[in-house]
């Protein structure tokens, strides 16, 4: 897999769809915003004054100020200490839903595509069967059952939002299928598996690329509803939907508590929103979502 | 194949999908931990021949295909169970607040279609302008942003500092207002997207260049011949989303407190009232799969190609 990516960047560098991405004005900006989210997300432990829950209790609900520029919680926690540890937690957590969701979703599309018949009936009710129910709704109650937590929430988010990698891929493995180089591997005697990992799927790739950029911030923003809820990351874990959780009690009081976690998540998941738009026009203008 | 053939059979598709989450449901409540009887009489004295009884009446002492049967007969008769904590009757809970919850979803998506179609039509028209730009711009912005932080922010403006609306609880219809405005937002933006995208094909189909061609009016071209065409995926979506929005409902309620189906989902979860918990899935499974053929349904009727291209699968 890691080399097929390898191979995919290979022929991509120094192609046509490089210069054409550094001249889409909307992806350079959410590439710029993004790069500014891994930074502090890689560099937290210099960037931020305080840690993330080195409590002072003499400092509680300060305003924003020069000694707190984002202010301080009702435990005296640094709010900017907390919100950039949070963007850690916030790409981790994106990055994971979105391969878990691929690894589901890709290898499901790939075998209604190629085998078409009853298991592509199969696979395709079942997709759109979860495609049509709200993954709010499914995700609070496979967390009903595993209990509260960042992990939970991962697993129970990616587990109900697979449905359009499934979809995407099994119609990109349809339209591929009856092309002559998959004609002739299987005239020499390819196995299913081989001609499925080898020669279909990298074609699939660029497809998948622009569906997983698309698709981390729908999954940052349900974790972080779900943390909201107080079903994900529990205190004191610097989640942005667990600090919205703990600032919304003091949102009269101490506005900057419920501010600057809910404006990281947006600008995050802006980032990737204008990235995928632009990879979307660059590798693969006709693919649809809906 | 008929219309009414076509309508039906979607019907009928949807029957085994409702089976199916009742087993699913079923299950889970099966394995969770606790005595339902013991649950259910939360600390009454009573002697072990009368619990001995009562798992009787309930028809507990039976296997467990039976018990799922036993369990769906009373489901299909309209009785869900009874909460394990307001003894009341789960089916009057949930008719007790899926209006709010009905009234929420309708007015935001009035919001979120009328902005959105506008939108939509706007940046179609005038491809390519700052005013695209611009609008689009925004439409992106709109759905990066989470809606319950959307409310929290329009609770601050809106009800601390204007004091112009109820900051949570439910005093009447203005109380609805904040909350549909934070439902709307992002669904706002995705049919603003979709307007845009149909538009925009529409406009260079052939037919519409060949009315353009003949001379006929632009107004007229653009009202009756492109808008009515690239409105079928927008009214599409408009069924597809609505049980989507009874996701965003059970947050956006229990942001604002407001007394609807989805904030009753969040206590129940929070109460370990799964009797409740289930009733409400089992509710929105159904509405899913009645918003869902409707979509179908709507299709058929605009577009008649559609009905021979989706006849095969499902």
């Known amino acids: 897999m890691i080399s097929l990516i390898r191979e995919k960047i290979k022929s991509l560098s120094s192609s046509e769809e490089i210069s054409l991405f550094l001249k889409h004005k909307r992806g350079m900006a959410g590439l710029i915003l993004l790069s500014f989210m891994l930074f502090i997300a890689l560099t937290a432990d210099f960037i931020a004054p305080k840690r993330f829950d080195e409590v002072d209790p003499s400092s509680r609900l300060l305003p924003p100020s020069t000694a707190n520029i984002f202010g301080t919680d009702q435990l005296g926690r640094d709010v900017f200490s907390r919100v950039v540890f949070g963007a850690r937690i916030a790409l981790w957590v994106g990055l994971l839903v979105v391969v878990i969701e691929a690894g589901i979703g890709v290898p499901l599309g790939l075998v209604a595509g190629y085998y078409g018949g009853s298991i592509d009936k199969l696979i395709s009710a079942i997709t759109d069967m979860l495609w049509a129910f709200p993954p709010i709704i499914l995700a609070l109650a496979i967390v009903t059952i595993l209990g509260p937590g960042l992990t939970n929430v991962v697993i129970a988010v990616s587990v109900v939002s697979w449905a359009p990698y499934t979809r995407v891929v099994r119609a990109k493995t349809q339209s591929i299928m009856s092309r002559e180089f998959i004609i002739a591997a299987r005239a020499v005697g390819e196995s299913s598996l081989s001609i499925m990992f080898r020669y279909v799927l990298p074609n699939t790739l660029s497809s998948v690329i622009v569906l997983a950029t698309l698709t981390i911030p729908s999954a940052i923003l349900y974790t972080t509803a779900l943390s909201f809820l107080g079903f994900g990351a529990q205190p004191p874990t610097p989640d942005w939907g667990a600090m919205l959780n703990e600032g919304k009690d003091y949102i009269f009081k101490a506005p900057w508590c419920s501010v600057f976690p809910g404006l990281f998540i947006t600008l995050t998941a802006l980032s990737f929103n204008l990235l995928g738009d632009a990879l979307r026009d660059v590798l693969d203008p006709k693919l649809r979502l809906g | ?314």
């Open chain 2, 1 to 314: 194949m008929g219309l009414l053939t076509y309508v039906l059979k979607k019907f009928l598709i949807g029957i085994p999908v409702i089976f199916g989450v009742t087993i699913i449901l079923f299950y889970i409540m099966y394995t969770l931990p606790g005595d339902p009887i013991k649950l259910l009489l939360a600390g009454e004295r009573v002697t072990p021949a009368r619990i001995e009884e009562l798992r009787r009446a309930w028809g507990l002492d039976q296997p467990v295909y039976i018990q799922y049967f036993y369990w769906l007969s009373h489901i299909v008769r309209g009785d869900l169970g009874v909460s394990i904590v307001t003894k009341e009757p789960v089916a009057l809970l949930i008719s007790q607040r899926l209006p709010y919850t009905l009234t929420l979803m309708l007015i935001s998506t009035l919001l979120s279609y009328s902005i959105g179609v506008l939108a939509g039509l706007i940046t179609a028209l005038k491809r390519g302008t700052l005013i695209d730009g611009f609008v689009s711009i925004v439409g992106v912005i709109n759905y990066s942003i989470p809606g319950f932080w959307f409310g929290l922010m329009l609770m601050l403006s809106f009800g601390y500092y204007l004091q112009l609306l109820p900051i949570s609880g439910y005093e009447g219809p203005h109380s609805l207002v904040l909350p549909a405005l934070s439902l709307a937002l992002p669904s706002s933006a995705y049919v603003m997207r979709l307007t845009r995208a149909e538009m925009v094909e529409v406009l260079n189909e052939d037919y519409i260049r060949t009315a353009r061609a003949k001379g006929l009016n632009k107004r007229r071209v653009l009202l009756v011949h492109a808008l009515r065409n690239a409105m079928i995926p927008v009214v599409v979506m408009f069924f597809l989303n609505m049980p989507w929005l009874i996701g965003g409902a059970v947050v956006i309620e229990t942001l604002f407190a407001l007394p609807g189906m989805g904030r009753l989902l969040y206590v129940s979860i929070i109460r370990q009232d799964y009797a409740v918990v289930q009733g409400i899935v089992l509710i929105i499974t159904v509405l899913t799969v009645v918003f869902n053929t409707l979509g179908d349904v709507v299709v058929a009727v605009l577009d008649p190609r559609i009905r021979v291209e989706r006849g095969g699968g499902l």
